[in-house]
């Protein structure tokens, strides 16, 4: 729509182009935004206090593990096998639903040790085994992927205050009349206060 309302204006046809990997590092934005700016991904496992085990886990060959057990109690006799943990399973400390969540920062320090030892694909291997829900997670990865970069999925501006720093580009290219990011945000301090 947009290069046929350039054509309608300037006169101008072009070449209007995207792929399926640019509009999924746009779909997942949000988290590849904060790996590019703060390493966002490398300080949730310490911190979060999502239900246990849901976490983020780095694996021997620097690889990021997503569990995603929404009821972890379902899933906790395959997860203290997978880890080669049985006697958790009887853990006082994670017998319930509220118990794994209170004693969140306990059960990620007994998490990060084993994920530590094995590599992604042993890991992938392992969790199938055992029936467990995860996902590699490739927002950190994404932002030093060779693909990525040769395609411009990332823009730098100068933002005030900061510095240069990158954000993600739009997912779409135009031929003739390229998109840019023009101007930063507003600064949210600044907006505080003020209501329509």
Not at 105 to 120: E, N, Q
Not at 125 to 147: H, M, T, W, Y
Not at 150 to 173: C, D, H, R, S, W
Request: glycine share 6%; aromatic share 10%; charged share 25%.
């Amino acid at each position: 729509m947009v290069a046929l309302f350039v054509r309608e204006r300037l006169g101008i046809g072009q070449e209007v182009y995207t792929s399926l990997f640019n509009s999924g590092v746009w779909a997942l934005a949000m988290d590849i935004q904060g790996a590019l700016l703060t390493t966002m991904m490398k300080r949730r496992p310490t911190r979060d206090r999502l239900q246990s085990p849901a976490k983020f886990l780095l694996t021997k060959d620097t690889r990021w593990i997503m569990l995603n057990h929404i009821q972890p109690d379902v899933y906790w006799h395959g997860f203290c096998q997978a880890i080669e943990r049985p006697e958790l399973e009887n853990d006082s400390r994670f017998d319930s639903i509220h118990k794994k969540s209170e004693n969140c920062v306990a059960l990620i320090k007994i998490m990060t040790k084993p994920f530590a030892k094995r590599t992604f694909e042993e890991w992938k291997a392992r969790l199938n085994e055992f029936g467990l829900i995860f996902s590699r997670c490739k927002a950190v990865e994404v932002v030093n992927d060779p693909q990525a970069r040769a395609n411009n999925f990332f823009q730098t501006i100068n933002y005030p205050g900061y510095g240069p720093i990158e954000l993600v580009a739009a997912p779409i290219k135009f031929g003739e009349t390229p998109g840019a990011l023009r101007t930063a945000a507003q600064n949210w301090g600044s907006t505080r206060g003020n209501s329509a």
